[in-house]
């Protein structure tokens, strides 16, 4: 069974009497230790798609079933349920509560998730180089930091399937490179992972690598 399966996605938007076809007819699978890169030109549908995936966006059209659970067409606290169980999703920024420590946001997502284990931080921090920023707010880190720190908060909750916006777009290679290697320690352990992504680093470490267009998938 794939941990997440999208069948015949549509998301439609309308400004006025225009409308903008946002996603034609997506269908994917995710299966476990699968390292997926998602790539298109800006407005091709990646955002949207992510959005639908995670159950934060209805489909106008289609269904995403989660461990054979569906997501869609849901009331949003039994998706927001499912969540919690099985996905951890990693935006471009805003993964981090602005008046918790790193410390403190990472224990927050395992308490969420049911799994608190305090006595993993201290590993999770070392694994993303964030020993000594373990005290430290939001505010003080810089993007690279920031990025890594989310990314903590995200796998302390030791999600089934993992959704990722644009997770190395604002750091330097060393850093992008740390993220990346912890991303494919996770999927090989048995994550599914999905990421959206312009970098060539990251979708030349990939299994697979799905292209958006248009809001459709590019074959061939």
């Known amino acids: 069974m794939s941990m997440l399966e999208a069948t015949e996605l549509y998301r439609f938007f309308h400004s006025g009497d225009d409308e903008v076809v946002a996603l034609r007819g997506v269908g994917l699978t995710l299966d476990a230790r699968e390292f997926t890169a998602l790539r298109g030109p800006s407005g091709s549908g990646k955002s949207t ?4 995936l995670a159950g934060i966006d209805e489909p106008d059209g289609g269904m995403v079933s989660v461990l054979g659970e569906r997501m869609t067409r849901r009331p949003e606290s039994a998706r927001a349920r499912l969540r919690a169980r099985h996905l951890g999703i990693l935006m471009q920024s805003g993964n981090l509560f602005d008046h918790l420590t790193v410390r403190a946001n990472i224990h927050l997502q395992m308490v969420i998730s049911g799994r608190a284990r305090p006595d993993e931080i201290d590993s999770l921090l070392g694994s993303l180089d964030l020993s000594g920023l373990a005290d430290v707010l939001p505010a003080h880190l810089s993007g690279g930091e920031a ?6 908060a995200v796998l302390a909750a030791k999600p089934a399937i993992l959704l990722c916006d644009e997770p190395t ?6 850093t992008e490179q740390l993220i990346i290697d912890c991303l494919i320690e996770n ?13 060539p680093a990251l979708a030349a470490r990939a299994d697979r690598i799905i292209d958006i267009r248009d809001g ?3 074959h061939g």
């Not at 798609?49 to 639908?52: D, E, G, T």
């Not at 990025?147 to 903590?152: F, M, S």
């Not at 599914?192 to 970098?199: E, G, K, P, Q, Y």
């Open 49 to 52: 798609l992510l959005a639908c």
């Open 147 to 152: 990025a890594r720190a989310g990314l903590a």
């Open 169 to 174: 777009a604002e750091v330097d290679a060393a």
């Open 187 to 199: 999927c090989r352990s048995g994550t599914a992972v999905l990421i959206v992504t312009h970098s």
């Open 216 to 218: 459709g998938i590019v």
